[in-house]
Antibody
């Protein structure tokens, strides 16, 4: 059974930093590109970032480019999202999401975690 | 960017009803359209991909159709477990989601 477990959410002041993490199990981690997708509670979903299965390619939504960095450790089956320069509009639930193949061109999202909440507020 | 519009935003139903949700893309995404089900406090679950293909384990009362810019998700006979919010996603060019449709009693 595929499981994705996020952690690291919390309350941060505007301009602050935070690191989200996700541990995957039940599948061969390196064989899948991984993504972060966020959702303002009660609103729609927004893709944030993707990383290829090998970790050599990364992509970001324009709204977070230059502020967020996605990375992975295939030896530990972990996915991270380092966030700097946080803004009030980054407040959301962040989901760790598995793509269906190793390439970042694969954007069908087969499995999702339960999410971790980030609140950016003074 | 490709915009994705879902309708309706909320649909009130009864158990056993046939439910249809529509998703429109601002330009053709061919058949690169997925549907997800989300329950409160949970992450979304993939129901349908490539516009009409059921994901593993999804009941056959769910079906999808369409191509290009217009797509539909149909639940043939709504069950209590189907009360949720449904999201469509185009993945023909990058990835964008519709605003969601809440299915409620």
């Amino acid at each position: 059974e595929v499981q994705l477990l996020e952690s690291g959410g919390g309350l941060v002041q505007p301009g602050g930093s935070l690191r989200l993490s996700c541990v995957g199990s039940g599948f061969t981690f390196r064989n899948h590109a991984m993504n972060w997708v966020r959702q303002v509670p009660g609103k729609g979903l927004e893709w944030v970032s993707a990383i290829s299965g090998s970790g050599d390619k990364t992509y970001y939504a324009d709204s977070v480019k230059g502020r967020f960095t996605i990375s992975r450790d295939n030896s530990e089956n972990t996915l991270d999202l380092q966030m700097h320069g946080l803004r009030v509009e980054d407040t959301a639930i962040y989901f760790c999401v598995q793509s269906d193949c190793p390439s970042t061109d694969c954007r069908k999202f087969d499995w999702w975690g339960q999410g971790t909440q980030l609140i950016v507020s003074s | 960017d490709i915009q994705v519009t879902q309708s309706p935003s909320t649909v009130s139903v009864s158990v056993g009803d046939r439910v249809t949700i529509t998703c429109r893309a601002s330009q053709s995404v061919r058949s690169y359209l997925a549907w997800y089900q989300q329950k409160p406090g949970k992450g979304p679950k993939l129901l349908i991909h490539t516009a009409s293909l059921l994901h593993t384990g999804v009941p056959s009362r769910f079906s999808g159709s369409g191509s290009g810019t217009e797509f539909t998700l149909t639940i043939s006979s709504l069950q209590p477990d189907d009360l949720a919010t449904y999201h469509c996603q185009q993945y023909g060019l990058y990835s964008t989601f519709g605003g969601g449709t809440k299915v409620e009693i």
